[in-house]
């Protein structure tokens, strides 16, 4: 009964190929990824594509909470290894209809906490208020305790669907990173002598 | 180790596994109830992604469980029975069978549930409730988008009225009133409501719809409706269960009436005018059922795929469960059957191997525990036998050795005493013969042991030793008849031809018996006489020299002096010479017939012929010669007495009468009046006993010995060889003769002969 390396390898190798999925063109995907700094604060600007399908608008207009969560990393930069991570937030936006007035709610929560709340009246407005970010302050550098150059990435995490028809799995863009930026001088060590 | 112990003792106690299946049972029922009070959850809770994340996994986490537990135990079962471990196979059809059972009904089960669930949920989502909700819903907002034309023309007509009406004079307050009022009733709306911008102004509500405090339109509708946007919006009446449609119409800023000061001077803002129309109660409860409904149904179509999913996992999660239940009862009573087989049958190989202090440790309650606690007792009892065999076994050896030194001591004394030592089987076999027996026989050991007493002594001379030797002699004898043995003793003195020189042996042949009373062979002791009997003979010729110089020297007197007499008468003419003469002569010749008769009687015992056997009439032959003693001695009475079967006795007659006729000699005259002389024959185990028996006064110890030495007189007459011709006699028939005190007084002369 003692399975050959091969044939472990091979099964494990079928499981990944059948559970693996390509991403297309069409999928959910950010873009416009730029960071801006104000003072210490780490200001975003993104946008979500191809996020807000008919599944989405479908259940949004069915009454039922709808929520995109945004994760964002601040790292900092290495050549020949992989980035540090030095922060980590989280975005996450709930839509819900009101059947009543017709309109949507529209809750923004940094790290878990309540920072944003409006109303959206169609769903244009709405799609914009889910996808469509300017300027969150998504992070506040510390000072580092030596000289490099920083970059933020950001995913967004849209629900989730079953596969094989009962194993739930998460839907989710790719990361994607920002270009390479330098945090103020005031934030880096002294350059040694 | 404590716990694990514990928990495997625990694992075999039935009222544990009782209390997992009822905690399973619970947690199902648990399970079951969470799910039923889930409607009651609410809907934020059920709504959180991460909450339902994790419930999803951890449904999904348990079904592996189970499904690894029960892969588990299918390829533990699988790996046993491929090692051919005992109970593998039984375990196996037991399994096979309660899963077979269970496996096709909870396969029909979990399909049809399945497909039961998905059919309900398709025909929920794609029945006409969809489209009727659909179409209500539809009804609904149609319903709430003409309340909200309505009043929104309502706002513009009021808007249109109260032109010209500065709303920032406090003045005209009062007209803005009235004529609000006045519109009130002629557009038929409910509310009617006047905002500078977002300021309030004044408003107006028909008393008859019952709402205790004006609406609150909200900020951000009278900002929106100031920038000129055409608002709508609904809202629930205080005091009321009736829901108010409100519609806004914008105007341009009011007229400056310069009724205040600059400072109070606001900046120019829209005319604002919300109208509003009531919807009644019922209708609101409809339309808000509707709208759930409605919202309820979409709900249902969005969440259909985990829903499917859920129910799935649900269905999976049982089904997986009963077949894990169903292996696992059959494993376990599979188990119950083959480990108390297993310890048996390790236990059974551990004790075949010597592990006699092996115990089978397995709780049993039922016929396996009989079986395991007799294992156990079978156990005991083989330690306790072989501790047993094992102390009687050194004990033995310890014996044995004891033996070996006793029986080599044995063998060295038989080997060196002076006698000859032989013995034999039941059947003749001689197994032993020692070194004297040997030389007295002239052989070698292996022309002796190991063959039967006639083959090894197969020549005429030896052969007499063999006939002592014959088994037949006791064939008759019953086991135990120790008596019969007992008389089967004999002692013989044998005169053997051994290579051309006479040898003389005394035989002693005893029995061999066992404690049972069983005869194992016999012993026979060889006493070699020769040298004894030669001494004896050279005693006896000397004693017989002397007898015989002194019988000669009697008569040799009288001789002598009859002739000195004559010789004198003659030499002196004596008158009396021929009387002298005559006397003399007279004397001579009695004396000289006396000497030749002496001489006659030597010449007799001297040429004593071999005995001539025949069958002899023992009970005639001695009833004639008692005849000869009967009335010859006044007082001392003759009498016999034979037992029948002496008549087979093969001797000579002649011979035996004149033994006879020597022994009642001696026996009458030494017994005095009263007395009596017996003569008595009795047949013994092949040989004939003669007994003749005297009261008279007995014989000495010591003349016992010299009795039948030949010119041995205690009467200090006669020629002294009646007794030696009479021992003479016995030995050349091969027979003994033995003379002991009678009892209770005088002597008995035991003449024992052979019957054949």
Same mark, same amino acid.
């Given at each position: 009964?003692?399975?050959?390396?091969? &044939?472990?390898?091979?099964?494990?190798?079928?499981?990944?190929?059948? &559970?693996?999925?390509?991403?297309?063109?069409?999928?959910?995907?950010?873009?416009?990824?730029?960071?801006?700094?104000?003072?210490?604060?780490?200001?975003?600007?993104?946008?979500?594509?191809?996020?807000?399908?008919?599944?989405?608008?479908?259940?949004?207009?069915?009454?039922?909470?709808?929520?995109?969560?945004?994760?964002?990393?601040?790292?900092?930069? /290495?050549?020949?290894?992989?980035?540090?991570?030095?922060?980590?937030?989280?975005?996450?936006?709930?839509?819900?209809?009101?059947?009543?007035?017709?309109?949507?709610?529209?809750?923004?929560?940094?790290?878990?906490?309540?920072?944003?709340?409006?109303?959206?009246?169609?769903?244009?407005?709405?799609?914009?208020?889910?996808?469509?970010?300017?300027?969150?302050?998504?992070?506040?550098?510390?000072?580092?305790?030596?000289?490099?150059?920083?970059?933020?990435?950001?995913?967004?995490?849209?629900?989730?669907?079953?596969?094989?028809?009962?194993?739930?799995?998460?839907?989710?863009?790719?990361?994607?990173?920002?270009?390479?930026?330098?945090?103020?001088?005031?934030?880096?060590?002294?350059?040694?002598? | 180790?404590?716990?694990?112990?514990?928990?495997?003792?625990?694992?075999?106690?039935?009222?544990?596994?009782?209390?997992?299946?009822?905690?399973?049972?619970?947690?199902?029922?648990?399970?079951?109830?969470?799910?039923?009070?889930?409607?009651?959850?609410?809907?934020?809770?059920?709504?959180?992604?991460?909450?339902?994340?994790?419930?999803?996994?951890?449904?999904?986490?348990?079904?592996?469980?189970?499904?690894?537990?029960?892969?588990?135990?299918?390829?533990?079962?699988?790996?046993?029975? /491929?090692?051919?471990?005992?109970?593998?196979?039984?375990?196996?059809?037991?399994?096979?069978?309660?899963?077979?059972?269970?496996?096709?009904?909870?396969?029909?089960?979990?399909?049809?549930?399945?497909?039961?669930?998905?059919?309900?949920?398709?025909?929920?989502?794609?029945?006409?409730?969809?489209?009727?909700?659909?179409?209500?819903?539809?009804?609904?907002?149609?319903?709430?988008?003409?309340?909200?034309?309505?009043?929104?023309?309502?706002?513009?007509?009021?808007?249109?009225?109260?032109?010209?009406?500065?709303?920032?004079?406090?003045?005209?307050?009062?007209?803005?009133?009235?004529?609000?009022?006045?519109?009130?009733?002629?557009?038929?709306?409910?509310?009617?409501?006047?905002?500078?911008?977002?300021?309030?102004?004044?408003?107006?509500?028909?008393? /008859?719809?019952?709402?205790?405090?004006?609406?609150?339109?909200?900020?951000?509708?009278?900002? $929106?409706?100031?920038?000129?946007?055409?608002?709508?919006?609904?809202?629930?009446?205080?005091?009321?269960?009736?829901?108010?449609?409100? $519609?806004?119409?914008?105007?341009?800023?009011?007229?400056?009436?310069?009724?205040?000061?600059?400072?109070?001077?606001?900046?120019?803002?829209?005319?604002?005018?919300?109208?509003?129309?009531?919807?009644?109660?019922?209708?609101?409860?409809?339309?808000?059922?509707?709208?759930?409904?409605?919202?309820?149904?979409?709900?249902?179509?969005?969440?259909?795929?985990?829903?499917?999913?859920?129910?799935?996992?649900?269905?999976?999660?049982?089904?997986?469960?009963?077949?894990?239940? %169903?292996?696992?009862?059959?494993?376990?009573?599979?188990?119950?059957?083959?480990?108390?087989?297993?310890?048996?049958?390790?236990?059974?190989?551990?004790?075949?191997?010597?592990?006699?202090?092996?115990?089978?440790?397995?709780?049993?309650?039922?016929?396996?525990?009989?079986?395991?606690?007799?294992?156990?007792?079978?156990?005991?009892?083989?330690?306790?036998?072989?501790?047993?065999?094992?102390?009687?076994?050194?004990?033995?050896?310890?014996?044995?050795?004891?033996?070996?030194?006793?029986?080599?001591?044995?063998?060295?004394?038989?080997?060196?005493?002076?006698?000859?030592?032989?013995? %034999?089987?039941?059947?003749?076999?001689?197994?032993?013969?020692?070194?004297?027996?040997?030389?007295?026989?002239?052989?070698?050991?292996?022309?002796?042991?190991?063959?039967?007493?006639?083959? !090894?002594?197969?020549?005429?001379?030896?052969?007499?030793?063999?006939?002592?030797?014959?088994?037949?002699?006791?064939?008759?004898?019953?086991?135990?008849?120790?008596?019969?043995?007992?008389?089967?003793?004999?002692?013989?003195?044998?005169?053997?031809?051994?290579?051309?020189?006479?040898?003389?042996?005394?035989?002693?042949?005893?029995?061999?018996?066992?404690?049972?009373?069983?005869?194992?062979?016999?012993?026979?002791?060889?006493?070699?006489?020769?040298?004894?009997?030669? $001494?004896?003979?050279?005693?006896?010729?000397?004693?017989?020299?002397? /007898?015989?110089?002194?019988?000669?020297?009697?008569?040799?007197?009288?001789?002598?002096?009859?002739?000195?007499?004559?010789?004198?008468?003659?030499?002196?003419?004596?008158?009396?010479?021929?009387?002298?003469?005559?006397?003399?002569?007279?004397?001579?010749?009695?004396?000289?017939?006396?000497?030749?008769?002496?001489?006659?009687?030597?010449?007799?015992?001297?040429?004593?012929?071999?005995?001539?056997?025949?069958?002899?009439?023992?009970?005639?032959?001695?009833?004639?010669?008692?005849?000869?003693?009967?009335?010859?001695?006044?007082?001392?009475?003759?009498?016999?007495?034979?037992?029948?079967?002496?008549?087979?006795?093969?001797?000579?007659?002649?011979?035996?009468?004149?033994?006879?006729?020597?022994?009642?000699?001696? !026996?009458?005259?030494?017994?005095?009046?009263?007395?009596?002389?017996?003569?008595?024959?009795?047949?013994?185990?092949?040989?004939?006993?003669?007994?003749?028996?005297?009261?008279?006064?007995?014989?000495?110890?010591?003349?016992?010995?010299?009795?039948?030495?030949?010119?041995?007189?205690?009467?200090?007459?006669?020629?002294?060889?009646?007794?030696?011709?009479?021992?003479?006699?016995?030995?050349?028939?091969?027979?003994?003769?033995?003379?002991?005190?009678?009892?209770?007084?005088?002597?008995?002369?035991?003449?024992?002969?052979?019957?054949?």
């Amino acid at each position: 009964m003692r399975l050959t390396r091969v &044939t472990s390898l091979s099964i494990a190798l079928a499981i990944a190929l059948a &559970t693996a999925v390509p991403s297309r063109a069409d999928d959910p995907q950010i873009h416009g990824l730029k960071v801006q700094l104000d003072g210490r604060r780490v200001m975003v600007d993104f946008v979500l594509t191809d996020a807000f399908d008919d599944d989405l608008v479908e259940r949004v207009g069915s009454g039922l909470p709808t929520s995109i969560v945004y994760e964002l990393e601040l790292l900092r930069d /290495r050549k020949r290894w992989f980035d540090r991570p030095l922060q980590r937030s989280s975005v996450q936006v709930v839509a819900m209809f009101d059947a009543l007035a017709r309109e949507y709610l529209v809750n923004y929560k940094l790290d878990g906490k309540l920072v944003e709340s409006r109303m959206a009246r169609d769903l244009d407005e709405l799609r914009e208020a889910m996808t469509e970010f300017d300027k969150i302050p998504a992070f506040t550098l510390e000072p580092l305790r030596r000289r490099s150059r920083l970059l933020v990435k950001v995913r967004a995490l849209l629900g989730s669907r079953t596969l094989f028809s009962f194993i739930p799995t998460r839907v989710n863009t790719e990361w994607r990173e920002s270009r390479k930026f330098v945090p103020p001088d005031d934030l880096m060590p002294p350059p040694s002598p | 180790m404590a716990f694990k112990d514990r928990l495997r003792r625990h694992r075999k106690d039935n009222r544990f596994i009782v209390g997992i299946l009822a905690g399973l049972l619970a947690v199902l029922v648990g399970l079951f109830y969470l799910i039923q009070r889930g409607r009651d959850v609410p809907e934020t809770l059920l709504n959180n992604q991460v909450l339902l994340f994790v419930l999803w996994y951890a449904n999904i986490v348990l079904i592996l469980t189970i499904l690894f537990v029960l892969l588990r135990n299918l390829l533990k079962l699988a790996i046993e029975r /491929r090692h051919r471990i005992l109970g593998s196979k039984f375990k196996t059809k037991l399994v096979a069978t309660y899963i077979g059972l269970v496996l096709i009904p909870v396969l029909l089960v979990f399909v049809y549930a399945t497909e039961l669930i998905q059919g309900t949920v398709d025909r929920w989502i794609n029945a006409p409730v969809g489209s009727v909700l659909a179409e209500s819903y539809q009804v609904v907002e149609g319903l709430y988008g003409r309340l909200e034309e309505e009043s929104r023309e309502d706002a513009e007509r009021a808007l249109a009225a109260i032109q010209g009406i500065d709303l920032r004079d406090p003045s005209q307050r009062p007209e803005l009133g009235r004529r609000l009022q006045s519109l009130l009733g002629e557009l038929g709306a409910d509310y009617l409501a006047v905002y500078d911008g977002t300021e309030f102004v004044h408003g107006v509500v028909d008393p /008859r719809t019952g709402i205790t405090d004006l609406p609150e339109p909200g900020r951000r509708l009278l900002t $929106a409706a100031a920038a000129g946007e055409p608002v709508v919006r609904r809202l629930d009446a205080e005091g009321t269960e009736a829901r108010l449609v409100l $519609a806004g119409a914008t105007g341009p800023p009011p007229a400056d009436g310069g009724g205040e000061s600059a400072e109070d001077q606001q900046p120019p803002g829209a005319t604002v005018v919300l109208a509003g129309v009531l919807l009644d109660s019922d209708l609101v409860r409809v339309a808000d059922d509707l709208v759930e409904a409605h919202l309820r149904h979409r709900q249902v179509v969005v969440q259909k795929e985990p829903l499917e999913a859920s129910h799935l996992l649900l269905f999976l999660l049982v089904t997986l469960l009963i077949l894990l239940a %169903s292996s696992w009862v059959g494993l376990y009573l599979a188990r119950r059957v083959t480990v108390p087989i297993q310890a048996l049958a390790e236990g059974t190989e551990r004790v075949g191997r010597g592990e006699l202090d092996h115990r089978v440790e397995v709780e049993a309650d039922d016929e396996l525990g009989v079986l395991v606690r007799s294992f156990n007792r079978m156990t005991g009892e083989i330690k306790r036998n072989r501790e047993l065999i094992e102390r009687s076994n050194r004990e033995l050896v310890e014996a044995n050795a004891r033996l070996a030194e006793e029986r080599a001591l044995a063998a060295a004394v038989i080997d060196n005493v002076a006698a000859g030592v032989i013995a %034999s089987d039941r059947d003749g076999h001689i197994l032993t013969c020692n070194g004297a027996a040997l030389a007295m026989l002239r052989q070698s050991a292996d022309e002796v042991v190991g063959r039967r007493a006639h083959d !090894a002594w197969c020549d005429p001379e030896r052969a007499q030793l063999a006939e002592l030797l014959d088994p037949l002699a006791d064939d008759g004898a019953p086991a135990g008849a120790t008596g019969a043995f007992e008389r089967s003793r004999l002692t013989r003195e044998l005169h053997l031809m051994l290579e051309g020189e006479w040898k003389s042996f005394e035989v002693k042949v005893t029995p061999m018996v066992t404690p049972t009373g069983d005869l194992r062979g016999r012993v026979m002791v060889l006493e070699d006489l020769t040298q004894l009997i030669k $001494a004896q003979q050279l005693a006896a010729w000397n004693e017989a020299a002397r /007898r015989i110089a002194h019988e000669i020297k009697n008569p040799l007197t009288p001789i002598r002096l009859s002739a000195e007499r004559i010789l004198q008468k003659y030499r002196r003419n004596d008158p009396d010479l021929g009387e002298a003469l005559e006397a003399g002569v007279e004397i001579l010749l009695r004396e000289v017939e006396a000497m030749q008769a002496m001489v006659d009687e030597f010449s007799r015992y001297a040429r004593m012929p071999r005995p001539q056997p025949q069958k002899v009439d023992l009970d005639g032959l001695i009833h004639e010669t008692l005849r000869l003693y009967r009335g010859l001695k006044p007082g001392v009475q003759v009498a016999s007495e034979i037992e029948p079967g002496t008549s087979e006795l093969m001797a000579d007659p002649e011979q035996l009468k004149r033994a006879l006729i020597n022994l009642l000699d001696n !026996a009458i005259e030494a017994t005095d009046a009263p007395g009596e002389v017996r003569v008595v024959a009795e047949a013994r185990n092949g040989h004939v006993e003669i007994h003749v028996s005297d009261t008279g006064q007995g014989i000495p110890a010591e003349v016992k010995d010299k009795l039948f030495l030949p010119y041995y007189s205690t009467k200090g007459r006669g020629t002294g060889l009646g007794l030696a011709i009479v021992h003479r006699i016995v030995s050349d028939h091969r027979g003994r003769i033995r003379v002991e005190d009678n009892q209770p007084r005088g002597t008995v002369f035991t003449v024992e002969l052979p019957m054949r």
